[in-house]
């Protein structure tokens, strides 16, 4: 998977802001901030689930920004975890 989306191995950091309303979260704009300011460094893999869609309306605005690749929705769990094992650092709610 990694692989396939160009990204080389502990070279990107992946951000997964949604939570499908299981737990309290960060404020969409931490996210988008965080995602802006990481990507001036390094690709960001965003990552979630369609179920996380509704909670992730203000962090839809990072999709089209340069360094951000915007994977919610579109993983099998395998990619996801092969996305996640590889990343140089993942940042995600407490679920």
Do not use: F
Not at 15 to 43: C, K, R, T
Not at 48 to 67: F, I
Request: glycine share 6%; no cysteine; proline share 4%.
């Amino acid at each position: 998977t990694t692989e396939a989306l160009g990204l080389k191995s502990k070279g990107y950091r992946v951000v997964h802001p949604g939570m499908a309303g299981s737990a309290l979260n960060w404020p969409q704009d931490h996210y988008v901030n965080l995602i802006e300011q990481l990507a001036q460094q390094a690709p960001v893999v965003v990552t979630g689930t369609k179920m996380d869609l509704k909670y992730l309306q203000q962090v839809e605005a990072v999709k089209s920004r340069a360094n951000v690749r915007w994977l919610v929705g579109e993983l099998k769990t395998n990619e996801l975890l092969d996305i996640l094992s590889q990343a140089k650092s993942v940042v995600a709610p407490s679920t």
